[in-house]
Nanobody
Framework: QVQLVESGGGLVQTGDSLRLSCAPS????????MGWFRQAPGKEREFVAA????????NYADSVKGRFTIARDNAKNTVSLQMNSLKPEDTAIYYC???????????????????WGQGTQVTVSS
């Protein structure tokens, strides 16, 4: 059983930065994938970024490449999502998720992620 708790959301202006954090509880194996998804009002949940718990690989949605960075903080045992150059279209509820499958690649479909956090709101004003 894995529990995930997100933090760090808020209201910012276009061009600002935010850092989200996800703290998992329970044992996390190196082959687990920790991902961030987001869901805007009236839209489907979409993949944002993910990282293998081992830190060996990452994957990003095209819409956030070059602006967002996902990383594992070994000291704090958390996964962070550093979001720079935020745009109004980044406004959404951001969810941390865990995929416990034994794969070498990173899944981008939400169907592959078994555990989810409660979500944290990110609002970017224009």
């Amino acid at each position: 059983q894995v529990q995930l708790v997100e933090s760090g959301g808020g209201l910012v202006q276009t061009g600002d930065s935010l850092r989200l954090s996800c703290a998992p509880s329970g044992y996390i194996w190196n082959y687990y994938t920790m991902g961030w998804f987001r869901q805007a009002p009236g839209k489907e949940r979409e993949f944002v970024a993910a990282i293998k718990w081992s830190g060996t690989s990452t994957n990003y949605a095209d819409s956030v490449k070059g602006r967002f960075t996902i990383a594992r903080d070994n000291a704090k045992n958390t996964v962070s999502l550093q979001m720079n150059s935020l745009k109004p279209e980044d406004t959404a509820i951001y969810y941390c998720a865990a995929d416990t499958g034994r794969t070498d690649w990173i899944q981008t479909s939400s169907r592959n992620y078994e555990y989810w956090g409660q979500g944290t709101q990110v609002t970017v004003s224009s």
